[in-house]
């Protein structure tokens, strides 16, 4: 079974950059298309970005044109750029397939604030 680790959140004021990082266990990583989502207090869990097994990558409006995803298939690894933070960006992350059927992981919070 698929295990999902994510890091590298933290505090960071406005404007700042952090990059996040997702690690998979099992080997058939590279056939899903891996999604960042979030989730603020208070509200629902909400998609950020996705990418497929061969790169091609999707964007909420809301973080489009600061956030960028990626993945090493051979790291079993999505990362998350996330530059020019903002308020708010708040939010726990955590990382899954796109269907979410993987069992979600702790996730990683960030904090942007000044």
């Known amino acids: 079974q698929v295990q999902l680790v994510e890091s590298g959140g933290g505090l960071v004021q406005p404007g700042g950059s952090l990059r996040l990082s997702c690690a998979a266990s099992g080997s058939v990583f590279s056939i899903y298309t891996m999604a960042w989502y979030r989730q603020a207090p208070g509200k629902e869990r909400e998609l950020v970005a996705h990418?497929?097994?061969?790169?091609?990558?999707s964007y909420a409006d809301s973080v489009k044109g600061r956030f960028t995803i990626s993945r090493a298939n051979s790291k079993s690894t999505v990362y998350l750029q996330m530059n020019s933070l903002k308020p708010e960006d708040t939010a726990v992350y955590y990382c899954?397939?796109?269907?979410?059927?993987?069992?979600w992981g702790q996730g990683t919070q960030v904090t942007v604030s000044s």
């Open positions: 899954n397939s796109l269907s979410g059927r993987i069992p």
């Open positions: 990418i497929t097994g061969s790169g091609t990558t």
